[in-house]
């Protein structure tokens, strides 16, 4: 074996080595926030399509749960509300999400109404109902998002275990 290939070859073990380190500290997060989450907020893992990182996300991002006064109000603080256009008489009907609040939180509602997608739940027969009202994807999926706030916030206010029963019960009052 000449030299350039006993170089490699260490290199390639070096790197080997890193990786395994790696994987071990990944294992090691991974357990201490399933740890966490399991301790903090279980009831979040109730509702399908949410994980122990992505519920541990979403609980962290929102903090108590009593700071907001509703579920309208997680809405407004993840930014997936809509914004208003006005000037004058005119009032734009094509209007984005504002943006605003915590873009992790927002982040990981779109990940989460994302998976929603690929399961057979009453998200995703939402979903397919606002497809066929003629809304884009992405407008869809962000009213998946905004539906999904709201049984997080019933789930976490009320601290009871999911029910798919309710989410077609219309969790949004026009009250909110």
């Given amino acids: 074996m000449d ?19 790696i994987e071990g500290q990944i294992e090691e997060v991974e357990a201490r926030i399933e740890e966490g989450i399991e301790t903090t907020e279980p009831l979040i893992l109730t509702i399908p399509g949410i994980g122990h990182v992505l519920g541990a996300q979403i609980a962290s991002e929102i903090g ?13 603080y993840a930014g997936i509300n809509p914004s208003v256009s006005q000037s004058g008489k005119f009032s734009s009907s094509e209007n984005h999400i504002t943006k605003q609040g915590s873009p992790y939180l ?54 009871e275990p999911y029910r798919p029963d309710a989410v077609n019960a219309n969790p949004v009052s026009r009250s909110e």
């Fill in 106 to 159: 927002r982040r990981a509602l779109y990940l989460a109404a994302t998976a929603q997608l690929r399961l057979s739940t009453p998200f995703r027969d939402y979903y397919d109902k606002e497809r066929a009202d003629g809304k884009s994807h992405r407008e869809a999926l962000i009213a998946v998002a905004r539906k999904l706030v709201h049984v997080i916030y019933a789930v976490l206010s009320k601290q």
């Fill in 3 to 21: 030299r350039g290939t006993r170089t490699l070859s260490f290199q390639i073990k070096l790197l080997v080595e890193q990786i395994d380190f």
């Fill in 64 to 76: 108590d749960i009593h700071r907001f006064r509703n579920a309208s109000a997680v809405v407004s």
